[in-house]
């Protein structure tokens, strides 16, 4: 296919610590090719491309680009639209006006859906077109991909955090709840299970949505830790669902505000944690639980990233480029396949395999009982995390004996 | 003095990411007096005296104290008790017991005031006790202290977090509020401007607890900012109090309550950050508005952490030593003075002068209109913040003609 003439780069959906990473990698790969005039960014997403907001990439310096790459969230701003059909026809109708032959979406799920129907209308309009989805989520849900750029480095951030809080949570004690983001994949939540060092260290329970969420077992669950350990840390995924189907967050609004204790009068937007917190003081009587929501902190921290997922987010742009411009293939979506402990290789798999798809933790990285993850995960997800990981270390001294209380 | 026989360290307070190069800094240093026979341990802070949970660090490796150096939290455990006069004479009975001649307490100014009154007691008691209190807090507040261990690294937390956080709210729209620890002092909140680093950048708003807080103009200050730069970051202390000196939180549950708009029903313990972001909402009718609550994992986060502040946690305890031993002083607290731009020194300072007492940030720090920092808070938290900071790139090419629509 010719598809000499411009490119056009976009970015959707939710920003990640490396999504800068593989726009760097589609500009400056796409500049070697003679036959590309201009490498074009639109601002904003999808919104960008129907309102031609474009800068020309083509007149970036490489050292900024460079720098670009090293920076957290998204370059070109990003966009929450999902196009439908009559969306797509004003996209298609910018690229046509502008003469753009190659057009790279990085982004989820969603954005491998717009890619395909921008696609599917430039091939019925008989215009050279090659359409490339690149993929970026650090919800790690994409399918066909053994995991997508963008989650290695929230991964870290969130074992460095629960490496941390389980050591504040055990100097201080009492219940640590982290809420991590995952609406119906656990793979980030689950990534905290790599904060476990020494034995006795937390987060000594996970739950995550692939699993029902039951407020009893949870109770139990908190209260066993807790009476063991002198203290219990949890990593509790922001989409956990009760066997009903209905988001915890509900379920528990309604179970405390119907609540004879009096003391507790939770309504309104109190976040997952919160009430999850209230629980737990309501029913087991413990004084310190304490709880954080991550936020948005763990897709767009400054300097916590993963080397691994910095190359891969830069390779999957590139390799995207290589697709369009030597290959010559007009579609798809760039997958990432691991082929070896640890290596990786990266296809381009037909759309509809990706577009619009979830992919969720397989039951072999969930433990039996449902609180936790196996050793499985973590083998699959220690490579992604990157190198320069710190340790924990504690104190090894032997205990002094006691001279005027009883020795226990 | 004779302080020949043992010695005992202690930690206290909130654990910071630093605390434990200070542990090191003593045990090491203590480790090399050979009239010094044990160094001891307390877990719990004054708890663990009280119960005679000692461990023995003299039989601790030196590789695992500098592996627990780089560890955050506090290693030797912590606790909240502020001890009284009758808590202070069970401190002094233990310390009596185990012939304990020279007592260590890292912490903040609780801290201080507890190392006060066990040395009081040990002199009307005639003991020999060097009693010395060493600096730490993420808040900044000690007084009689430049800055105090602990607060840099926190503070390059907030710094990364911000940097972060402007790029993905600047992605994606809307209004971020970020509420950081510091209920008095608001040194950490305010680090939150060294993230501006480009003309337009967030934190755009700082509110500190050193100012009174008006709604009124946060929703005027918020609109300005909003319409003029299409998003706005603000950075909130968890402190902030009105006029009258009510906690914004207390303030924003009533009016929110008694707000006829109907759907805004909040009340319970929701975060004041959730509290802001439901104003915003309800009252400038900006569809996204954000907010995280760093929490914990400011001061403990694993891996974010400043060189300088590790280096002078460390000295911190070294020099608490020195005092003791090599200038047989009996009591005091250390304290960090800066010289130059940028080194410090160190000095043992009577303990009246820090005990009980609190730090504020300086007029000179806060802009007139009390909602951002001046350049001379900048000038001075910038060294405290180590080396090694990334700094986030932009895209700064130039924009392409727009060949369908109207060029604006």
Same mark, same amino acid.
């Given at each position: ?173 009492g219940v ?42 949870f109770l139990q669950d908190v209260k066993?830790?807790h009476d063991?350990?002198?203290?219990c ?8 669902? /009760?066997?009903? !189907?209905?988001?915890?967050? &509900?379920? #528990?609004?309604?179970?405390? *505000?119907? $609540?004879? %204790? ?17 629980y737990i003081k309501d029913k087991l009587a413990i004084n310190?639980v304490?709880? /954080?929501?991550? !936020?948005?902190?763990?897709? &767009?921290? #400054?300097?916590?990233?993963? *080397?691994? $997922?910095? %190359? ?97």
């Amino acid at each position: 296919m010719d598809n000499a003439g411009k490119v056009l780069i976009a970015q959707g959906g939710g920003p990640t610590a490396v999504i800068n990473q593989t726009l760097a990698g589609i500009v400056l790969e796409a500049r070697k090719f003679p036959r590309i005039s201009n490498v074009y960014g639109a601002l904003n997403g999808v919104e960008g491309i129907v309102n031609e907001d474009f800068i020309d990439l083509t007149q970036e310096t490489s050292h900024n680009l460079e720098q670009v790459a090293l920076t957290p969230s998204s370059a070109l701003l990003t966009t929450r639209i999902k196009p439908n059909e009559n969306y797509c026809k004003e996209i298609f109708k910018v690229l046509k006006a502008h003469d753009i032959r190659n057009f790279f979406y990085i982004g989820g799920n969603d954005s491998a859906d717009t890619v395909r129907i921008v696609n599917e209308q430039a091939k019925s309009a008989n215009y050279n077109l090659c359409a490339i989805h690149v993929p970026k989520t650090i919800d790690n849900d994409l399918t066909e991909n053994d995991h997508t750029p963008g989650y290695g480095s929230s991964a870290r951030f969130v074992v460095q955090a629960f490496s941390g809080i389980n050591l504040d949570t055990k100097a201080l004690g009492g219940v640590y709840i982290g809420v991590v983001m995952g609406r119906n994949a656990g793979f980030l939540t689950a990534a905290a299970s790599l904060a476990q060092k020494f034995p006795g260290d937390g987060p000594h329970l996970i739950y995550l949505p692939e699993r029902k969420f039951s407020l009893e077992q949870f109770l139990q669950d908190v209260k066993i830790v807790h009476d063991k350990y002198g203290y219990c840390v949890i990593a509790v995924s922001e989409g956990i669902k /009760d066997a009903a !189907g209905t988001p915890i967050i &509900s379920t #528990l609004k309604n179970n405390l *505000d119907t $609540d004879s %204790h009096g003391n507790v009068t939770m309504s309104g937007t109190g976040a997952l944690g919160d009430l999850l917190s209230e629980y737990i003081k309501d029913k087991l009587a413990i004084n310190r639980v304490r709880s /954080d929501t991550f !936020g948005y902190l763990q897709r &767009s921290f #400054l300097g916590c990233v993963s *080397d691994v $997922d910095q %190359h891969e987010a830069r390779e999957a742009g590139e390799r995207a480029v290589h697709f369009a411009l030597w290959n010559r293939q007009t579609e798809g979506s760039v997958t990432i396949q691991r082929t070896g402990y640890y290596s990786v290789n990266y296809h381009l798999t037909p759309l509809e395999l990706v577009a619009g798809k979830t992919r969720y933790m397989p039951d072999e990285f969930i433990n039996q009982t449902g609180n936790h993850v196996t050793d499985a995960f973590k083998f699959y997800v220690r490579p992604l995390l990157g190198s320069g990981l710190l340790s924990p270390a504690q104190l090894r001294s032997p205990r002094v004996p006691k001279l005027l209380l009883p020795n226990s």
